[in-house]
Protein backbone atom coordinates (compact mmCIF):
# COMPACT_ATOMS: atom_id res chain seq x y z
CA UNK A 1 0.00 0.00 0.00
CA UNK A 2 0.76 3.41 -0.33
CA UNK A 3 2.39 5.15 2.17
CA UNK A 4 2.04 8.57 3.32
CA UNK A 5 3.90 10.83 5.80
CA UNK A 6 2.35 12.87 8.12
CA UNK A 7 2.47 15.56 10.68
CA UNK A 8 5.70 17.06 12.72
CA UNK A 9 7.00 13.72 13.75
CA UNK A 10 7.39 12.82 9.68
CA UNK A 11 5.65 9.29 11.02
CA UNK A 12 4.83 7.26 8.02
CA UNK A 13 1.52 5.04 7.91
CA UNK A 14 -0.19 3.26 5.38
CA UNK A 15 -2.65 5.71 3.15
CA UNK A 16 -5.97 4.00 4.45
CA UNK A 17 -6.23 3.21 8.29
CA UNK A 18 -8.41 1.68 10.32
CA UNK A 19 -10.93 3.28 12.24
CA UNK A 20 -11.93 0.45 15.10
CA UNK A 21 -14.71 2.71 16.44
CA UNK A 22 -17.71 0.65 15.43
CA UNK A 23 -16.07 -2.67 16.71
CA UNK A 24 -17.09 -1.28 20.32
CA UNK A 25 -19.06 2.06 20.01
CA UNK A 26 -21.92 4.08 18.26
CA UNK A 27 -22.79 1.20 15.62
CA UNK A 28 -25.71 -1.91 16.33
CA UNK A 29 -23.76 -4.84 17.07
CA UNK A 30 -20.67 -3.06 18.26
CA UNK A 31 -19.39 -5.39 21.77
CA UNK A 32 -20.93 -8.30 20.10
CA UNK A 33 -18.34 -9.29 17.51
CA UNK A 34 -15.50 -9.83 19.00
CA UNK A 35 -13.46 -12.54 16.92
CA UNK A 36 -14.49 -10.98 14.05
CA UNK A 37 -13.45 -7.89 14.87
CA UNK A 38 -10.05 -8.90 15.72
CA UNK A 39 -9.58 -10.51 12.13
CA UNK A 40 -10.62 -7.22 10.52
CA UNK A 41 -7.85 -5.57 12.43
CA UNK A 42 -5.52 -8.47 11.20
CA UNK A 43 -6.85 -7.62 7.88
CA UNK A 44 -6.07 -4.39 7.57
CA UNK A 45 -2.41 -4.72 9.19
CA UNK A 46 -1.97 -7.98 6.32
CA UNK A 47 -2.92 -5.08 3.51
CA UNK A 48 -0.85 -2.10 4.99
CA UNK A 49 -3.56 0.22 6.86
CA UNK A 50 -1.09 0.40 9.30
CA UNK A 51 -2.70 3.37 11.26
CA UNK A 52 -5.57 1.63 13.88
CA UNK A 53 -7.51 4.86 15.49
CA UNK A 54 -9.17 3.89 18.78
CA UNK A 55 -10.16 6.03 22.17
CA UNK A 56 -10.33 4.81 25.57
CA UNK A 57 -13.51 6.12 25.54
CA UNK A 58 -14.92 3.28 22.86
CA UNK A 59 -16.69 1.09 24.77
CA UNK A 60 -15.38 2.27 27.44
CA UNK A 61 -11.92 1.08 27.60
CA UNK A 62 -13.27 -2.20 25.60
CA UNK A 63 -11.70 -1.02 22.04
CA UNK A 64 -7.87 -0.43 23.61
CA UNK A 65 -8.24 -3.87 25.06
CA UNK A 66 -9.16 -5.34 21.80
CA UNK A 67 -6.61 -2.93 19.78
CA UNK A 68 -4.55 -4.11 22.47
CA UNK A 69 -4.47 -7.65 21.49
CA UNK A 70 -3.48 -7.58 18.49
CA UNK A 71 -0.40 -5.36 18.87
CA UNK A 72 0.96 -7.73 21.75
CA UNK A 73 1.64 -9.73 18.55
CA UNK A 74 1.88 -7.18 15.77
CA UNK A 75 3.04 -4.47 17.29
CA UNK A 76 5.67 -3.20 15.05
CA UNK A 77 3.62 -3.52 11.73
CA UNK A 78 1.17 -0.87 13.30
CA UNK A 79 1.00 2.73 13.86
CA UNK A 80 -1.34 2.97 17.24
CA UNK A 81 -3.16 6.07 17.72
CA UNK A 82 -5.62 7.02 20.60
CA UNK A 83 -7.39 9.43 22.04
CA UNK A 84 -8.00 11.20 25.68
CA UNK A 85 -10.01 13.89 27.20
CA UNK A 86 -13.39 12.38 26.91
CA UNK A 87 -15.62 9.75 29.35
CA UNK A 88 -18.87 7.95 29.04
CA UNK A 89 -20.58 9.57 32.09
CA UNK A 90 -23.77 8.67 33.72
CA UNK A 91 -26.33 10.85 31.15
CA UNK A 92 -23.76 12.47 28.90
CA UNK A 93 -20.07 12.73 27.59
CA UNK A 94 -17.79 14.31 29.81
CA UNK A 95 -14.25 16.26 28.78
CA UNK A 96 -11.88 16.04 31.42
CA UNK A 97 -8.77 18.17 30.70
CA UNK A 98 -7.21 18.01 33.86
CA UNK A 99 -3.20 17.78 33.69
CA UNK A 100 -3.57 15.09 36.19
CA UNK A 101 -6.07 13.11 34.27
CA UNK A 102 -4.34 12.95 31.11
CA UNK A 103 -1.07 11.59 32.90
CA UNK A 104 -3.03 8.94 34.37
CA UNK A 105 -5.12 8.10 31.60
CA UNK A 106 -2.12 7.79 28.96
CA UNK A 107 -0.89 5.04 31.47
CA UNK A 108 -4.13 3.11 31.57
CA UNK A 109 -4.03 3.48 27.64
CA UNK A 110 -0.54 1.91 27.54
CA UNK A 111 -1.55 -0.79 29.57
CA UNK A 112 -4.93 -1.63 27.82
CA UNK A 113 -2.78 -1.62 24.32
CA UNK A 114 0.01 -3.78 25.87
CA UNK A 115 2.55 -1.29 24.30
CA UNK A 116 5.29 1.21 25.91
CA UNK A 117 4.68 3.84 23.30
CA UNK A 118 1.63 5.03 21.78
CA UNK A 119 2.15 6.58 18.38
CA UNK A 120 -0.29 9.10 18.02
CA UNK A 121 -2.42 10.74 21.27
CA UNK A 122 -5.10 12.63 20.13
CA UNK A 123 -7.10 15.36 22.43
CA UNK A 124 -10.43 13.80 21.89
CA UNK A 125 -12.59 17.37 23.15
CA UNK A 126 -11.09 20.10 24.55
CA UNK A 127 -12.58 20.71 28.17
CA UNK A 128 -14.41 23.81 29.09
CA UNK A 129 -13.27 24.02 32.47
CA UNK A 130 -9.27 24.01 31.71
CA UNK A 131 -7.01 26.30 29.59
CA UNK A 132 -6.52 24.14 26.37
CA UNK A 133 -2.65 25.04 26.20
CA UNK A 134 -2.56 23.61 30.07
CA UNK A 135 -4.10 20.17 28.80
CA UNK A 136 -1.85 20.25 25.30
CA UNK A 137 1.39 20.79 28.10
CA UNK A 138 0.16 17.48 30.09
CA UNK A 139 0.65 15.60 26.25
CA UNK A 140 3.72 17.37 25.71
CA UNK A 141 5.10 15.65 28.88
CA UNK A 142 4.10 12.48 27.61
CA UNK A 143 6.06 12.98 24.38
CA UNK A 144 9.34 14.16 26.46
CA UNK A 145 8.59 10.95 28.96
CA UNK A 146 9.02 8.73 25.52
CA UNK A 147 5.08 7.27 25.99
CA UNK A 148 3.70 8.93 23.22
CA UNK A 149 5.22 9.91 19.84
CA UNK A 150 3.44 12.48 18.52
CA UNK A 151 0.54 14.82 19.59
CA UNK A 152 -2.98 15.28 17.28
CA UNK A 153 -6.19 17.10 17.78
CA UNK A 154 -9.66 16.07 16.82
CA UNK A 155 -12.47 18.11 16.16
CA UNK A 156 -15.01 15.74 15.02
CA UNK A 157 -17.57 17.34 17.49
CA UNK A 158 -17.80 20.77 15.86
CA UNK A 159 -20.72 22.38 14.68
CA UNK A 160 -20.87 26.03 16.04
CA UNK A 161 -20.70 29.03 14.34
CA UNK A 162 -22.28 28.02 10.80
CA UNK A 163 -25.59 30.13 12.06
CA UNK A 164 -23.46 32.90 12.62
CA UNK A 165 -22.08 32.70 8.89
CA UNK A 166 -18.63 31.53 10.00
CA UNK A 167 -17.22 28.79 8.31
CA UNK A 168 -17.41 25.44 10.22
CA UNK A 169 -13.67 25.34 11.29
CA UNK A 170 -12.83 28.67 12.20
CA UNK A 171 -12.94 27.68 15.95
CA UNK A 172 -10.70 24.64 15.45
CA UNK A 173 -8.04 26.45 13.37
CA UNK A 174 -8.43 29.39 16.34
CA UNK A 175 -7.59 25.90 18.75
CA UNK A 176 -4.78 24.51 16.97
CA UNK A 177 -3.27 28.22 16.59
CA UNK A 178 -3.18 27.81 20.23
CA UNK A 179 -1.83 24.30 20.94
CA UNK A 180 0.99 24.58 18.46
CA UNK A 181 2.43 27.91 20.61
CA UNK A 182 2.84 25.12 22.89
CA UNK A 183 4.02 21.87 21.28
CA UNK A 184 3.48 20.88 17.43
CA UNK A 185 0.47 19.50 16.25
CA UNK A 186 0.66 16.44 14.12
CA UNK A 187 -2.41 15.79 12.83
CA UNK A 188 -6.32 17.27 12.79
CA UNK A 189 -9.13 14.42 12.41
CA UNK A 190 -12.16 15.65 11.40
CA UNK A 191 -14.91 14.47 9.65
CA UNK A 192 -14.25 14.52 5.90
CA UNK A 193 -16.43 12.72 2.79
CA UNK A 194 -18.13 13.06 -0.25
CA UNK A 195 -21.03 14.27 1.86
CA UNK A 196 -19.56 16.09 4.62
CA UNK A 197 -16.57 18.51 3.09
CA UNK A 198 -16.47 21.33 5.15
CA UNK A 199 -13.15 20.54 5.90
CA UNK A 200 -11.98 21.19 2.28
CA UNK A 201 -12.89 24.85 2.92
CA UNK A 202 -10.09 26.04 5.42
CA UNK A 203 -8.84 23.09 7.64
CA UNK A 204 -7.30 20.86 5.04
CA UNK A 205 -5.64 24.16 3.75
CA UNK A 206 -4.57 25.10 7.08
CA UNK A 207 -2.88 21.63 7.85
CA UNK A 208 -1.29 21.66 4.43
CA UNK A 209 0.47 24.99 4.61
CA UNK A 210 1.66 23.75 7.99
CA UNK A 211 2.68 20.02 7.23
CA UNK A 212 -0.17 18.91 9.50
CA UNK A 213 -1.20 15.28 8.56
CA UNK A 214 -5.08 14.79 8.09
CA UNK A 215 -7.18 12.26 9.71
CA UNK A 216 -10.46 11.86 7.81
CA UNK A 217 -13.23 10.41 10.35
CA UNK A 218 -16.34 9.28 8.75
CA UNK A 219 -15.03 8.88 5.27
CA UNK A 220 -17.99 6.45 4.70
CA UNK A 221 -20.50 8.83 5.78
CA UNK A 222 -21.44 6.39 8.47
CA UNK A 223 -21.50 3.75 6.26
CA UNK A 224 -24.56 5.82 3.75
CA UNK A 225 -22.04 6.26 0.92
CA UNK A 226 -20.84 2.26 0.82
CA UNK A 227 -24.58 2.00 -0.95
CA UNK A 228 -25.34 -0.98 1.09
CA UNK A 229 -28.09 0.60 3.15
CA UNK A 230 -31.54 1.11 1.95
CA UNK A 231 -33.74 3.89 3.05
CA UNK A 232 -36.58 2.78 5.47
CA UNK A 233 -33.72 0.68 7.18
CA UNK A 234 -34.35 1.41 10.73
CA UNK A 235 -31.95 1.52 13.26
CA UNK A 236 -31.89 0.56 16.69
CA UNK A 237 -31.54 3.26 19.81
CA UNK A 238 -27.99 1.91 20.33
CA UNK A 239 -26.89 3.01 17.34
CA UNK A 240 -25.75 6.45 16.14
CA UNK A 241 -27.86 6.70 13.02
CA UNK A 242 -30.95 6.41 14.75
CA UNK A 243 -30.70 9.98 15.85
CA UNK A 244 -28.67 11.31 13.28
CA UNK A 245 -30.56 14.00 10.65
CA UNK A 246 -29.56 11.98 7.50
CA UNK A 247 -30.75 8.40 8.58
CA UNK A 248 -34.07 9.19 8.73
CA UNK A 249 -35.95 7.09 5.79
CA UNK A 250 -37.00 10.22 4.09
CA UNK A 251 -33.14 11.92 4.02
CA UNK A 252 -31.58 8.48 2.92
CA UNK A 253 -33.97 8.31 -0.01
CA UNK A 254 -33.75 12.15 -0.74
CA UNK A 255 -29.53 11.59 -0.83
CA UNK A 256 -29.57 8.23 -2.80
CA UNK A 257 -28.32 10.41 -6.11
CA UNK A 258 -25.04 10.55 -4.34
CA UNK A 259 -24.85 7.26 -3.89
CA UNK A 260 -25.81 6.26 -7.59
CA UNK A 261 -22.69 8.90 -9.00
CA UNK A 262 -20.47 6.79 -6.60
CA UNK A 263 -21.77 3.76 -8.28
CA UNK A 264 -21.28 5.32 -11.59
CA UNK A 265 -18.08 6.06 -11.16
CA UNK A 266 -17.34 2.65 -9.41
CA UNK A 267 -18.14 1.10 -12.47
CA UNK A 268 -16.17 2.71 -15.03
CA UNK A 269 -12.88 1.08 -12.83
CA UNK A 270 -14.06 -2.28 -12.27
CA UNK A 271 -14.74 -5.29 -13.89
CA UNK A 272 -16.45 -8.70 -13.35
CA UNK A 273 -12.97 -10.36 -12.28
CA UNK A 274 -12.14 -7.31 -9.78
CA UNK A 275 -15.50 -5.26 -9.10
CA UNK A 276 -14.48 -1.70 -7.81
CA UNK A 277 -16.92 -0.39 -4.64
CA UNK A 278 -18.63 2.82 -4.22
CA UNK A 279 -16.84 2.37 -0.77
CA UNK A 280 -13.61 2.24 -2.45
CA UNK A 281 -14.70 5.24 -4.67
CA UNK A 282 -16.11 7.20 -1.65
CA UNK A 283 -12.28 6.35 0.10
CA UNK A 284 -10.44 7.40 -3.27
CA UNK A 285 -11.60 10.72 -3.15
CA UNK A 286 -10.58 11.59 0.07
CA UNK A 287 -7.30 10.03 -0.74
CA UNK A 288 -7.33 12.75 -3.45
CA UNK A 289 -7.55 15.80 -1.29
CA UNK A 290 -3.98 15.67 -0.63
CA UNK A 291 -0.82 13.67 0.65
CA UNK A 292 -1.71 14.66 3.76
CA UNK A 293 -5.06 13.21 4.54
CA UNK A 294 -5.52 9.53 5.64
CA UNK A 295 -8.98 8.34 5.82
CA UNK A 296 -9.48 6.03 8.60
CA UNK A 297 -12.58 4.08 7.71
CA UNK A 298 -14.54 2.25 10.27
CA UNK A 299 -15.41 -1.33 10.26
CA UNK A 300 -15.77 -4.45 12.75
CA UNK A 301 -15.75 -6.84 9.31
CA UNK A 302 -12.96 -8.48 7.74
CA UNK A 303 -14.60 -8.29 4.34
CA UNK A 304 -15.04 -4.62 4.43
CA UNK A 305 -11.65 -4.14 6.07
CA UNK A 306 -9.88 -5.44 3.15
CA UNK A 307 -12.18 -4.13 0.57
CA UNK A 308 -11.41 -0.51 2.11
CA UNK A 309 -7.73 -1.14 2.28
CA UNK A 310 -8.00 -1.89 -1.75
CA UNK A 311 -9.15 1.68 -1.91
CA UNK A 312 -5.24 3.16 -1.84
CA UNK A 313 -5.20 1.21 -5.02
CA UNK A 314 -7.39 3.17 -6.47
CA UNK A 315 -6.90 6.23 -8.35
CA UNK A 316 -9.62 8.51 -9.63
CA UNK A 317 -9.29 10.44 -12.61
CA UNK A 318 -9.64 13.84 -13.03
CA UNK A 319 -13.60 13.21 -14.73
CA UNK A 320 -14.10 11.05 -11.45
CA UNK A 321 -13.48 14.29 -9.28
CA UNK A 322 -15.57 16.60 -11.68
CA UNK A 323 -18.06 13.82 -11.26
CA UNK A 324 -18.25 13.15 -7.74
CA UNK A 325 -17.71 17.35 -7.37
CA UNK A 326 -21.36 17.47 -9.53
CA UNK A 327 -23.05 15.36 -7.28
CA UNK A 328 -25.86 16.70 -4.87
CA UNK A 329 -25.23 18.36 -1.52
CA UNK A 330 -26.13 16.35 1.13
CA UNK A 331 -29.59 16.90 2.98
CA UNK A 332 -30.57 16.60 6.27
CA UNK A 333 -28.58 18.56 8.59
CA UNK A 334 -27.45 19.13 12.49
CA UNK A 335 -28.45 22.83 12.27
N1 LIG B 1 -12.37 11.78 16.88
C1 LIG B 1 -13.66 11.57 16.95
O1 LIG B 1 -14.36 12.19 17.74
C2 LIG B 1 -14.28 10.57 16.01
C3 LIG B 1 -15.67 10.56 15.81
C4 LIG B 1 -16.19 9.64 14.91
C5 LIG B 1 -15.35 8.76 14.26
N2 LIG B 1 -14.00 8.79 14.48
C6 LIG B 1 -13.07 7.86 13.83
O2 LIG B 1 -13.41 7.72 12.48
C7 LIG B 1 -13.60 6.33 12.18
C8 LIG B 1 -14.60 6.19 11.08
O3 LIG B 1 -15.88 6.72 11.46
P1 LIG B 1 -17.15 5.78 11.52
O4 LIG B 1 -16.69 4.39 11.71
O5 LIG B 1 -18.11 6.34 12.47
O6 LIG B 1 -17.82 6.02 10.08
P2 LIG B 1 -17.49 5.50 8.60
O7 LIG B 1 -16.12 4.99 8.50
O8 LIG B 1 -17.91 6.60 7.70
O9 LIG B 1 -18.56 4.32 8.42
C9 LIG B 1 -18.59 3.20 9.25
C10 LIG B 1 -19.81 2.37 8.89
O10 LIG B 1 -19.66 1.89 7.55
C11 LIG B 1 -19.75 0.48 7.52
N3 LIG B 1 -18.74 0.03 6.53
C12 LIG B 1 -17.38 0.17 6.61
N4 LIG B 1 -16.79 -0.28 5.48
C13 LIG B 1 -17.79 -0.73 4.67
C14 LIG B 1 -17.80 -1.29 3.37
N5 LIG B 1 -16.69 -1.45 2.67
N6 LIG B 1 -19.01 -1.64 2.84
C15 LIG B 1 -20.16 -1.45 3.53
N7 LIG B 1 -20.20 -0.88 4.77
C16 LIG B 1 -19.02 -0.54 5.33
C17 LIG B 1 -19.46 0.00 8.92
O11 LIG B 1 -20.17 -1.18 9.17
P3 LIG B 1 -19.78 -2.22 10.34
O12 LIG B 1 -19.71 -1.42 11.60
O13 LIG B 1 -20.92 -3.18 10.34
O14 LIG B 1 -18.48 -2.83 9.99
C18 LIG B 1 -19.99 1.17 9.77
O15 LIG B 1 -21.38 0.99 9.98
C19 LIG B 1 -14.03 5.73 13.51
O16 LIG B 1 -13.86 4.34 13.55
C20 LIG B 1 -13.14 6.48 14.46
O17 LIG B 1 -11.86 5.87 14.46
C21 LIG B 1 -13.48 9.69 15.34
Redesign the pocket.
Known amino acids: MERRTIGAAALEVGAVGL ?4 MSW ?2 T ?1 SQQRGEESLRAVNAALDRGSTLL ?1 TADMYGPFTNELLVGRVLKERRSEAFVST ?1 VGLLVGDQHLVANGRPNYVRRACDASLRRLQTDVIDLYQL ?1 RTDPEVPVEETWGAMAELVSAGKVRSLGL ?1 A ?2 ARSGRRAGARLHDGTIRLLERVQQVFPVSTV ?1 AEL ?1 VWSAEALDALLPWCAARGVGFLA ?7 FL ?1 G ?1 LTPGEGFEPDDLRARHPRFTAEMMAANQPIVVGLRRVARRHGDGVRPV ?1 P ?1 QVALAWVLAQGPHVVP ?6 ER ?1 AA ?2 AGAAGLRLTAEDLAEVAGLPGALGSWD
Do not use: F, I
Open positions: GCMPAYGDKHCVGQSAMPLGNGTTTAVPGTKRWEN
